[in-house]
């Protein structure tokens, strides 16, 4: 099989919270940078787009990924659900009601990043210990210091989905 | 009253904050938004030489390189009084009007291009020939001088006599590092033109001083700028000021007559918008056997930059935490190379109280006496350094609370005494404190005939609560349930507000809501009984508004108000690897009435946090022969990861400081910060026996 | 970022031949560390080839050892219950790098070629002989406590920042390279290569060189072994030191010892010295200690990286004595 004509830019459909999103992008466009610009999906928060803060970080096929570090070319076909795929009919998620009533977030910069990736832990089975959720929590930064509350939420939604 | 205040109430804007809906300023998106990417240069001090465009002008998408080359000179008008942000001596930078570097990753050139990709491709395409200069960058070689400000020094009674008779002494060196604000969100500009009129939607902690500052950048009336700012994700001071980057966005829209948004990258952030002055400070400490203070010497010197002087509050803590005769402070600033410092949470207080706490433990281990009895002996009854009595103080409270809570009675005095394991354990205490500030402020509130209320006021909110509990007190005053009340914030088309910064929004802003919410009932006549939807048909509408301007009065004549707390930290130390762990902090607080427990809380689990970073991690690698902050990053730039915390522990004192303000609150979010790291610090050496006196304290210092 | 021109691969072969033809052109795996290097103008390909739809991805554990897709993903190989139980240190060492997410997206290929996190390597500002042959190295008298006090040279002191290679080095983990010149195998401990005088040849890959697996010899001293990672964080951040142990023991005595350093020297770093100082004695606190206190022979620490020279010792010794039952 040969390989494609590499291309400046790339027509590709992005999966995004179950819809097909048809977009010409410069190949250089990150997944990140094609949620926030191209598709005004504002919620995938852009801290550092280097993958050290986690603000980014979305669901690829169920599993957590920070969308700066790949390009959106790489993702044509996956299914992204981001923050916004997640309330399902204007209800809030688990996870989202437990932030909320935990207070696990303050100015709210982090919290999208926090939430999908604590969604993504419920899945990995990692809440077996306060430990063990601060640890598969650590790659996610929240600046304003709402880790113990971010911890209870997810504990919360732990032990309600259990 | 339906008496909200005092509820623990969620936060009303998390809804919007956990769906994604809430919108920071780079998500405002007008038609044709065009994208700027900023040059910076690399070198710390000199003029551009040389610069060579033409790259950038032909790489695709690009629409404008600007350089002070091209740019038009801009009116740059002068203040009357300059806005209490700003420095007082010194001209802040100014954006491409002339050749002049003043440090390394000034903005230099901005491009603006269809994408982001294309804007910052063409940047690194712009050629750049420096004529370099020798540069002040070591905080040893700059010259120490006075701040040109005033207020260098302090003295009560005779400190160094004091000092020189004193039966027990201690007297060292504290030296903390820059440290960066990292809030999580960069900051960023989208602005827009209608004719003269422009509108900036930016994050910033306030929006009115935002617009005054580029209205006279532009030599605009200043209610021709528009700034927006309905949530700002997180600041810490960084967005006090209107800094340069708020000026190229306006500017580069004005030149290509379309939208822009300039966006700061992680590493732009190290150089763009301020950071916590690396400062050195001297504490020596005179006290009696009995552990009553005689001589209190706290000197700072902080760096500040060539072009602006920026001070802060170091040595505050060393005239009123103590009751002590004698107390000279004096302050210093070294002139560098370098971007402006600026505030950084609880700036200067929690620094100089970090090396006076760590004294306070010195002096405690020198007469062989409990860290919290020392303090207690010398328990300040008034500000004695303004000769004023407290509005409040439960400090005592604090102090009992929180070494019950925490267990301070199970600490062995002996450093290296107690152990978990293989781990060493130490507890070590600080007192904190912040002073409690008010402004002016204005608000507005409107009822309607559905029975809701529209509370209005152009205040900021940065993650302290500010939308949640001014509904709070707009709902008491109101007697309308919470969701009936709905808050705006962040708006220069809202009645005007001071700056969200120094913990004042509270004791500020929600006394005007307070006002503004009682002056809509006065106007209705007493509702007693009656429904706003009566009351109005009555007065023939279909709504009502009041409108409250509230100005402190001369209670700070009369009162000194500050918060206080007693921070209490464990330490865990594995000494053969250096490694430090905090499994616990207890904080409890004295901050006026609280309005919501909930949001109280978190900011002061927030300021735990803060506090541990500035304790173990957080520190600029600064090269010096660069000009250059090396880890400009989250990667090697260390804030605390969640694995890093441990159990924390908030406790309020009972408090209602109607004193200081209607409301009774104090302020809080400072003080969250102050006396974490000199507790976390007194804890290591309790655990080690070893005094570590530069922050932050990490491995290397602690191997043995 | 450059413009660059992209193109996902559906062969090994046709990925290979191209990138081996076109100047600049790279491949493209998990993308953590190539989309920082992107945004850092580190790096300036003319092209990426995406690799991620190849076959690669399979982990397969058997008697005789493990075989590692190169796509596999650093999350997946690190929950495998088999590489858990018959190699522990590689599933420890993944789990101690970066975050859940990028080890969600980072393959095991590409977090073997992971670049340096030398701070002058990341800022395109300064000068680097790594990034820009023959500008020079600030680190050598700058802020270097992150940078290698073993394998060095004048000309670069940047640490190898993983930590997967670090535990294959010590278990003579293979390579396996497809290239234009066809298959080759050759071990983990020959990939990296010091700076020497040309520290900008990072591994002895070749242009068009496509790391396809990595297998690893089982055996008890891989079943009984333990990943240190020594740190200023709790998580997620570049060891400062780490070991990689692994001991064999029979009656009391040390039939096999496998021990190799991370976070100090320029490539991942086998101390067959310590190993040889443990074979053949008993397994004790003392033998240990003995042992290990000689790991940091040979440093050149340059400033703020000299607490490394005492920090390694004591992490190679814990992390024996953890894996030995005598922590």
Same mark, same amino acid.
């Given at each position: 099989m040969e390989l494609p004509r590499p291309r400046r830019d790339i027509e590709l459909t992005l999966r995004v919270n179950g819809a097909e999103r048809p977009l010409t992008l410069d190949a250089r466009t990150t997944l990140l940078d094609a949620l926030r610009d191209h598709l005004h999906l504002t919620g995938t928060k852009k801290g550092c787009e280097l993958g050290q803060c986690g603000a980014c970080t979305v669901l690829r096929d169920g599993r957590r990924i920070k969308a700066c570090l790949t390009l959106a070319a790489m993702q044509a076909g996956a299914e992204i659900v981001t923050i916004e795929g997640l309330a399902a009919d204007g209800a809030l998620h688990p996870v989202q009601a437990a932030f909320v009533e935990h207070d696990g977030l303050q100015c709210g910069y982090c919290t999208p990043?926090?939430?999908?990736?604590?969604?993504?832990?419920?899945?990995?089975?990692?809440?077996?210990?306060?430990?063990?959720?601060?640890?598969?929590?650590?790659?996610?930064?929240?600046?304003?210091?709402?880790?113990?509350?971010?911890?209870?939420?997810?504990?919360?939604?732990?032990?309600?989905?259990? | 009253m339906s008496g909200s205040i005092g509820r623990p109430v969620s936060r009303v804007d998390g809804p919007a904050k956990v769906t994604g809906a809430a919108r920071y300023a780079a998500e405002f998106a007008p038609v044709d938004v065009l994208h700027v990417a900023l040059v910076g240069s690399t070198v710390p001090k000199g003029r551009i030489?040389?610069?060579?465009?033409?790259?950038?002008?032909?790489?695709?998408?690009?629409?404008?390189?600007?350089?002070?080359?091209?740019?038009?000179?801009?009116?740059?008008?002068?203040?009357?009084?300059?806005?209490?942000?700003?420095?007082?001596?010194?001209?802040?930078?100014?954006?491409?009007?002339?050749?002049?570097?003043?440090?390394?990753?000034?903005?230099?050139?901005?491009?603006?291009?269809?994408?982001? +990709?294309?804007?910052?491709?063409?940047?690194?395409?712009?050629? @750049? *020939?420096? =004529? $370099?200069? #020798? %540069?002040?960058?070591?905080?040893?070689?700059?010259?120490?001088?006075?701040?040109?400000?005033?207020?260098?020094?302090?003295?009560?009674?005779?400190?160094?006599?004091?000092?020189?008779?004193a039966a027990v002494t201690v007297d060292a060196v504290y030296v903390h590092p820059r440290e960066h604000h990292n809030a999580m969100e960069p900051h960023a500009t989208v602005a827009l033109w209608e004719g003269e009129r422009l509108t900036l939607w930016d994050k910033t902690?306030?929006?009115?001083?935002?617009?005054?500052?580029?209205?006279?950048?532009?030599?605009?009336?200043?209610?021709?700028?528009?700034?927006?700012?309905?949530?700002?994700?997180? +600041?810490?001071?960084?967005?006090?000021?209107?800094?340069?980057? @708020? *000026?190229? =966005? $306006?500017? #580069? %829209?004005?030149?290509?007559?379309?939208?822009?948004?300039?966006?700061?990258?992680?590493?732009?952030?190290?150089?763009?918008?301020?950071?916590?002055?690396?400062?050195?400070?001297?504490?020596?400490?005179?006290?009696?056997?009995?552990?009553?203070?005689?001589?209190?010497?706290?000197?700072?010197?902080?760096?500040?930059?060539?072009?602006?002087?920026?001070?802060?509050?170091?040595?505050?803590?060393?005239?009123?935490?103590?009751?002590?005769?004698?107390?000279?402070?004096?302050?210093?600033?070294?002139?560098?190379?370098?971007?402006?410092p600026t505030h950084m949470r609880a700036p200067g207080v929690a620094t100089g109280l970090f090396a006076l706490e760590c004294a306070m433990d010195e002096l405690a281990v020198a007469l062989d006496m409990d860290p919290l009895e020392l303090r207690l002996a010398n328990y300040a009854e008034r500000n004695e350094e303004d000769d004023l009595p407290w509005s409040s103080k439960e400090l005592r409270a604090c102090y009992r609370m929180g070494a019950e809570r925490f267990g301070w009675s199970r600490r062995a005095p002996a450093p290296r005494s107690m152990r978990?394991?293989?781990?060493?354990?130490?507890?070590?205490?600080?007192?904190?404190?912040?002073?409690?500030?008010?402004?002016?402020?204005?608000?507005?509130?409107?009822?309607?005939?559905?029975?809701?209320?529209?509370?209005?006021?152009?205040?900021?909110?940065?993650?302290?609560?500010?939308?949640?509990?001014?509904?709070?007190?707009?709902?008491?005053?109101?007697?309308?349930?919470?969701?009936?009340?709905?808050?705006?914030?962040?708006?220069?088309?809202?009645?005007?507000?001071?700056?969200?910064?120094?913990?004042?929004?509270?004791?500020?802003?929600?006394?005007?809501?307070?006002?503004?919410?009682?002056?809509?009932?006065?106007?209705?006549g007493a509702a007693n009984g009656r429904s706003y939807a009566e009351a109005l048909r009555e007065h023939g509408v279909d709504r009502m508004e009041a409108t409250a301007h509230v100005e402190p009065g001369d209670e700070s004549k009369r009162f000194s108000s500050w918060a206080f707390g007693a921070l209490f930290a464990e330490v865990r130390v594995d000494v053969d690897l250096g490694i430090v762990r905090v499994p616990r902090i207890v904080g409890a607080y004295d901050v006026g009435r609280v309005v919501n427990p909930t949001t109280a809380r978190s900011q002061c689990l927030g300021g735990m946090v803060g506090g541990l970073g500035m304790a173990l991690l957080e520190q600029a690698d600064w090269d010096p022969r660069f000009g250059r902050v090396m880890n400009a990053n989250f990667a090697e730039y260390l804030v605390p990861v969640n694995a890093d915390i441990g159990e924390l522990q908030v406790l309020f004192a009972p408090g209602d400081d109607r004193?200081?303000?209607?409301?009774?609150?104090?302020?809080?979010?400072?003080?969250?910060?102050?006396?974490?790291?000199?507790?976390?610090?007194?804890a290591v050496y309790h655990a080690t026996g070893r005094r570590l006196r530069t922050l932050p304290i990490t491995l290397e210092a602690v191997l043995v | 970022m450059v413009p660059f021109a992209y193109a996902a691969a559906a062969s090994a072969p046709a990925a290979i031949r191209h990138v081996a033809q076109r100047r600049d052109a790279e491949f493209i795996a998990g993308g953590t560390d190539m989309l920082q290097l992107l945004q850092d103008g580190v790096r300036s390909p003319s092209e990426l080839i995406d690799i991620n739809r190849l076959p690669m991805t399979a982990i397969e554990v058997g008697p005789k050892g493990a075989r590692l897709g190169a796509l596999a993903r650093m999350a997946d190989v690190a929950d495998d219950p088999r590489i858990r139980a018959e190699f522990p240190m590689v599933a420890e060492a993944l789990l101690a790098s970066a975050s859940p997410q990028v080890r969600n997206m980072a393959s095991i290929g590409g977090n073997l070629l992971q670049r340096t996190r030398c701070l002058y390597f990341r800022d395109v500002a300064t000068p680097c002989n790594r990034r820009a042959p023959g500008t020079g190295c600030p680190a050598l008298d700058g802020e270097n406590r992150l940078n290698a006090i073993l394998g060095g040279s004048v000309h670069c002191i940047a640490t190898y920042p993983g930590d997967l290679a670090v535990a294959l080095v010590a278990l003579d983990a293979d390579v396996h390279i497809d290239g234009t010149r066809g298959e080759r195998t050759i071990p983990v401990e020959r990939l990296h290569r010091?700076?020497?005088?040309?520290?900008?040849?990072?591994?002895?890959?070749?242009?068009?060189?496509?790391?396809?697996?990595?297998?690893?010899?089982?055996?008890?001293?891989?079943?009984?072994?333990?990943?240190?990672?020594?740190?200023?964080?709790?998580?997620?951040?570049?060891?400062?030191?780490?070991?990689?142990?692994?001991?064999?023991?029979?009656?009391?005595?040390?039939?096999?010892?496998?021990?190799?350093?991370?976070?100090?020297?320029?490539?991942?770093?086998?101390?067959?010295?310590?190993?040889?100082?443990?074979?053949?004695?008993?397994?004790?606190?003392?033998?240990?200690?003995?042992?290990?206190?000689?790991?940091?022979d040979g440093a050149e620490p340059r400033g703020r990286n000299a607490f490394k020279v005492a920090l390694l010792p004591r992490t190679v010794e814990r992390a024996l004595r953890t894996v030995g039952g005598l922590a």
């Amino acid at each position: 099989m040969e390989l494609p004509r590499p291309r400046r830019d790339i027509e590709l459909t992005l999966r995004v919270n179950g819809a097909e999103r048809p977009l010409t992008l410069d190949a250089r466009t990150t997944l990140l940078d094609a949620l926030r610009d191209h598709l005004h999906l504002t919620g995938t928060k852009k801290g550092c787009e280097l993958g050290q803060c986690g603000a980014c970080t979305v669901l690829r096929d169920g599993r957590r990924i920070k969308a700066c570090l790949t390009l959106a070319a790489m993702q044509a076909g996956a299914e992204i659900v981001t923050i916004e795929g997640l309330a399902a009919d204007g209800a809030l998620h688990p996870v989202q009601a437990a932030f909320v009533e935990h207070d696990g977030l303050q100015c709210g910069y982090c919290t999208p990043g926090q939430i999908m990736s604590a969604v993504a832990l419920l899945r990995e089975g990692r809440t077996g210990s306060d430990d063990e959720i601060r640890e598969f929590m650590s790659g996610n930064l929240c600046r304003c210091g709402a880790y113990t509350n971010i911890v209870a939420a997810i504990r919360q939604a732990a032990d309600r989905a259990a | 009253m339906s008496g909200s205040i005092g509820r623990p109430v969620s936060r009303v804007d998390g809804p919007a904050k956990v769906t994604g809906a809430a919108r920071y300023a780079a998500e405002f998106a007008p038609v044709d938004v065009l994208h700027v990417a900023l040059v910076g240069s690399t070198v710390p001090k000199g003029r551009i030489a040389a610069l060579d465009t033409r790259a950038a002008q032909k790489a695709a998408g690009v629409r404008a390189v600007i350089t002070h080359l091209n740019a038009p000179r801009l009116p740059y008008r002068p203040f009357d009084e300059r806005p209490e942000v700003d420095p007082s001596v010194g001209e802040p930078l100014r954006v491409f009007q002339g050749p002049e570097v003043r440090f390394s990753g000034q903005p230099i050139a901005a491009v603006v291009a269809d994408t982001l +990709a294309q804007a910052r491709h063409a940047a690194a395409l712009v050629g @750049v *020939t420096y =004529a $370099a200069q #020798a %540069a002040t960058t070591t905080f040893e070689g700059g010259r120490r001088r006075a701040p040109k400000a005033g207020g260098g020094e302090t003295r009560r009674g005779a400190a160094v006599q004091a000092l020189g008779n004193a039966a027990v002494t201690v007297d060292a060196v504290y030296v903390h590092p820059r440290e960066h604000h990292n809030a999580m969100e960069p900051h960023a500009t989208v602005a827009l033109w209608e004719g003269e009129r422009l509108t900036l939607w930016d994050k910033t902690q306030w929006v009115n001083n935002d617009a005054v500052e580029i209205a006279h950048v532009f030599g605009l009336p200043d209610d021709h700028v528009r700034v927006i700012c309905p949530y700002v994700g997180g +600041a810490f001071g960084s967005g006090l000021r209107t800094w340069p980057h @708020v *000026t190229i =966005a $306006a500017l #580069a %829209a004005r030149l290509v007559g379309r939208p822009v948004r300039v966006e700061l990258t992680r590493r732009e952030l190290y150089t763009s918008v301020g950071f916590r002055p690396h400062t050195e400070q001297r504490v020596a400490l005179g006290a009696r056997r009995d552990g009553r203070l005689t001589a209190l010497i706290h000197e700072a010197t902080a760096q500040t930059s060539a072009y602006e002087e920026h001070t802060e509050e170091t040595l505050s803590p060393a005239r009123v935490t103590y009751a002590c005769p004698n107390v000279l402070t004096r302050y210093r600033l070294v002139e560098m190379d370098v971007n402006t410092p600026t505030h950084m949470r609880a700036p200067g207080v929690a620094t100089g109280l970090f090396a006076l706490e760590c004294a306070m433990d010195e002096l405690a281990v020198a007469l062989d006496m409990d860290p919290l009895e020392l303090r207690l002996a010398n328990y300040a009854e008034r500000n004695e350094e303004d000769d004023l009595p407290w509005s409040s103080k439960e400090l005592r409270a604090c102090y009992r609370m929180g070494a019950e809570r925490f267990g301070w009675s199970r600490r062995a005095p002996a450093p290296r005494s107690m152990r978990a394991g293989a781990w060493l354990v130490g507890y070590g205490m600080a007192t904190a404190l912040y002073p409690a500030y008010r402004s002016e402020a204005s608000a507005s509130a409107t009822v309607f005939a559905d029975g809701t209320a529209s509370v209005r006021s152009a205040a900021s909110d940065m993650g302290p609560g500010t939308y949640t509990a001014m509904t709070q007190v707009a709902a008491d005053v109101l007697e309308l349930p919470l969701d009936r009340v709905r808050f705006e914030l962040g708006d220069t088309a809202l009645p005007k507000a001071p700056v969200h910064g120094g913990s004042i929004t509270m004791a500020s802003v929600g006394t005007a809501v307070q006002a503004a919410c009682e002056a809509v009932r006065a106007k209705l006549g007493a509702a007693n009984g009656r429904s706003y939807a009566e009351a109005l048909r009555e007065h023939g509408v279909d709504r009502m508004e009041a409108t409250a301007h509230v100005e402190p009065g001369d209670e700070s004549k009369r009162f000194s108000s500050w918060a206080f707390g007693a921070l209490f930290a464990e330490v865990r130390v594995d000494v053969d690897l250096g490694i430090v762990r905090v499994p616990r902090i207890v904080g409890a607080y004295d901050v006026g009435r609280v309005v919501n427990p909930t949001t109280a809380r978190s900011q002061c689990l927030g300021g735990m946090v803060g506090g541990l970073g500035m304790a173990l991690l957080e520190q600029a690698d600064w090269d010096p022969r660069f000009g250059r902050v090396m880890n400009a990053n989250f990667a090697e730039y260390l804030v605390p990861v969640n694995a890093d915390i441990g159990e924390l522990q908030v406790l309020f004192a009972p408090g209602d400081d109607r004193r200081f303000n209607p409301l009774g609150a104090k302020g809080l979010a400072e003080i969250g910060l102050c006396g974490v790291a000199p507790a976390i610090a007194n804890a290591v050496y309790h655990a080690t026996g070893r005094r570590l006196r530069t922050l932050p304290i990490t491995l290397e210092a602690v191997l043995v | 970022m450059v413009p660059f021109a992209y193109a996902a691969a559906a062969s090994a072969p046709a990925a290979i031949r191209h990138v081996a033809q076109r100047r600049d052109a790279e491949f493209i795996a998990g993308g953590t560390d190539m989309l920082q290097l992107l945004q850092d103008g580190v790096r300036s390909p003319s092209e990426l080839i995406d690799i991620n739809r190849l076959p690669m991805t399979a982990i397969e554990v058997g008697p005789k050892g493990a075989r590692l897709g190169a796509l596999a993903r650093m999350a997946d190989v690190a929950d495998d219950p088999r590489i858990r139980a018959e190699f522990p240190m590689v599933a420890e060492a993944l789990l101690a790098s970066a975050s859940p997410q990028v080890r969600n997206m980072a393959s095991i290929g590409g977090n073997l070629l992971q670049r340096t996190r030398c701070l002058y390597f990341r800022d395109v500002a300064t000068p680097c002989n790594r990034r820009a042959p023959g500008t020079g190295c600030p680190a050598l008298d700058g802020e270097n406590r992150l940078n290698a006090i073993l394998g060095g040279s004048v000309h670069c002191i940047a640490t190898y920042p993983g930590d997967l290679a670090v535990a294959l080095v010590a278990l003579d983990a293979d390579v396996h390279i497809d290239g234009t010149r066809g298959e080759r195998t050759i071990p983990v401990e020959r990939l990296h290569r010091v700076p020497g005088d040309a520290p900008h040849l990072e591994t002895v890959l070749e242009p068009g060189d496509l790391i396809t697996a990595v297998t690893i010899p089982a055996g008890a001293a891989a079943r009984r072994s333990h990943y240190l990672k020594v740190r200023d964080r709790a998580s997620f951040e570049f060891a400062l030191a780490s070991a990689a142990v692994g001991l064999e023991v029979d009656g009391g005595t040390i039939r096999a010892a496998r021990v190799a350093v991370g976070g100090v020297a320029t490539v991942p770093w086998r101390l067959r010295h310590v190993e040889e100082a443990l074979v053949g004695r008993p397994l004790s606190a003392d033998v240990i200690h003995e042992a290990a206190r000689t790991s940091s022979d040979g440093a050149e620490p340059r400033g703020r990286n000299a607490f490394k020279v005492a920090l390694l010792p004591r992490t190679v010794e814990r992390a024996l004595r953890t894996v030995g039952g005598l922590a």
